[in-house]
């Protein structure tokens, strides 16, 4: 909003002359270091000219088409004020200008010769150019003006990305050394899954861009530490340091006590969604169709000239499928003496199957997942229709419909088990990777369940299920998800990377509550037995006591250099010795003994790719 009175354009010429405004800076820090890198310039308008804020000083300007002119003006006097301020501090300056300025060739002219001025004046420490409201600008004017930026040491930045003009257009047109992320997905991002996913997009068009990401806003320890966890390599906000004429060398006592917290946080991990649509484009042959009205002969003619086709479907007269003919079956049938004598010129409609299956081109994943659990499995050797817009457009196998959908179950799995939806083999690698690499202190438990396979060969693999989908349960109750990864190898493996320091209490509660929940699964006599009598590998019957779940522990201090392989194989012994521990638990140094693991490749997360 505008000033209650006004100012006439003479009047705000006077004030962008007179430079009635004057500058606070915040800082930006390195998310690697915490230390101060860059400021950025906020102009404040002086209380006398009647503006309470900087938004209501460029409305007015902006009204009497004067706010080119003040953003030029801004832009050197932020430059003046930070040289005077900061003879000796090594750091970038930020100054904001708008796409207004840039959109007139004649203000983007004296901006340029503006900023190779004042780009010598800064030296070393060198200027960003934050472009705000940034809508892709596409003139030669432009192009001249990112090169004299570049030319100069000058980085461009987008600002408030994610709102307003800030868009993927503009990153990819300008293509800036740096996004600024606005303040709307940082806020209460270590709660908000979507807003992590969100963000971890934004993090890999930026490794792919070359491009630095700035989060902007944040205002908490957490949101601190969790930008930091998700890649991010600046930030700026209020928990960091505020605003203020003088520009501060330091981030925040808060934020430094966040920082050396020395636990990272751990994101959320949904899974990769299996939820794909599109597959079947890939997967549909445009087999010629024929009328429901075809004839016996028709038929006959048709496959003796589409020698390959194994079927066809029928269409009514607007090409909607209304049934589809095997070419055994019908070839059969008319292979009988006189048969096509006799049913020659009849309609083969009556001897087609008239519910085939049927899927739209752009079905989704687990649409045609469920086809392969169809009672009718006519649709093995007929093939599967594919339809658009309800129109016929062609055939696709069984074959291989279940040889994609095998595919992407596999490496869905690899990213998220589908009985628990806790994190697969990748993840758990990345996540591995990510802790050896910061080089923080953390436990790595490996998991499973003791005399597994005799209950589930009893009971069945359902019964098998709940219980691994209890114990995946229990585990996820008792750790700290901002700071305490668990993730599902397969079978009734589990990974758990922790970091909290009552680790020992919570895996005990772990076991002791998971064998008194699993324990309610077996039928009263054999709980009060406290096991069964089952089979062992060898054919030979004895007894197995209860279900329970068991840890091989290894803690590894800060600053430890090991290799991710060889702390695979460490936690594989350590859990293979936990089934002999009296409390389940065994928990081993780095520096034990190492022997070959005798577990099966499939029961250890051996999966896991091996550091470089």
Known sequence: ??????????????????????????????????????????????????????????????????????????VESAIESFSRLTQRSGQRLHVNVNSDTLARPETLARLQRLIERDAQVLGHRGLVVELTECDPLNH??????????????????LDDFGVGHSNLNAWLEYKPEKIKIDRCFIHDLPHDVSRQELLRGLRQMADVLGTVLLAEGVETADELRMVRAMGMEQAQGFFLARPLPEPVLEASPPARAAFDDGRLMVPAYPGRKTNLTGVLRNLVDM????????RARDVVQ?????????????????????????????????????????????SVLPLSNRNPVIKDVDASFDELATVLTEADQRYLTDGIVVTQNGRYLGLCSAHQLVRQVT???????????????????VPINAHLERML?????????????????????RYGFWKGD??????????????????????????????????????????????????????????????????????????????????????????????ETVRSNALVTAVAEAKKRSKEAADNIHVQGLEAPQPPVSESPDSAFATIPAAA
């Open 1 to 74: 909003m505008t000033d209650p009175t006004p100012l006439e354009e003479a009047t705000l010429w006077d004030l962008i002359r007179q430079r009635q405004f004057h500058f606070h800076f915040q800082p930006i820090v390195d998310l690697k270091t915490l230390k101060v890198v860059s400021q950025e310039a906020l102009v404040r308008p002086d209380p006398a000219t009647g503006f309470a804020n900087p938004a209501a000083l460029f409305q007015r300007a902006r009204e009497l088409d004067l706010h080119t002119e003040l953003d030029l003006a801004c």
């Open 140 to 157: 030669d004017g432009v192009d001249a003006f990112l090169g004299t930026c570049r030319r100069a040491g000058v980085s461009i930045a």
């Open 287 to 294: 087999r010629p169709s024929l009328p429901h009205t075809a």
């Open 302 to 346: 048709f496959f003796s000239v589409c020698a390959n086709q194994t079927s066809v479907v029928l269409v009514d007269e607007v090409q909607h499928p209304v049934g589809i003919l095997s070419m055994a079956t019908f070839m059969n049938q008319m292979a009988q003496p006189y048969r096509l004598d006799i049913y020659g010129n009849r």
């Open 407 to 425: 595919e992407n179950r596999i490496e869905a799995a690899r990213h998220a088990n589908p009985l628990t939806l806790l994190p697969g083999n």
């Open 437 to 457: 690499d910061s080089q923080v202190g953390f436990v790595l438990a490996y998991a499973d369940l003791n005399h597994f396979k005799p209950f589930n060969d």
């Open 466 to 559: 709940e219980v691994i989908l209890l114990a995946a349960s229990t585990i996820r109750e008792h750790i700290d998800p901002l700071h305490d990864f668990v993730g599902h190898v397969g079978g009734d493996d589990f990974v758990l990377i922790l970091q909290s320091p009552d680790w020992q209490a919570r895996l005990r509660r772990i076991v002791r509550e998971a064998a008194q929940a699993i324990a309610q699964l077996y039928p009263e006599p054999e709980r009060l037995a406290g096991g069964i009598t089952a089979e062992d590998r060898f054919g030979v019957e004895r007894f197995f006591p209860l279900v329970s779940l068991s840890f091989g522990v290894i803690p590894v201090p800060p600053g």
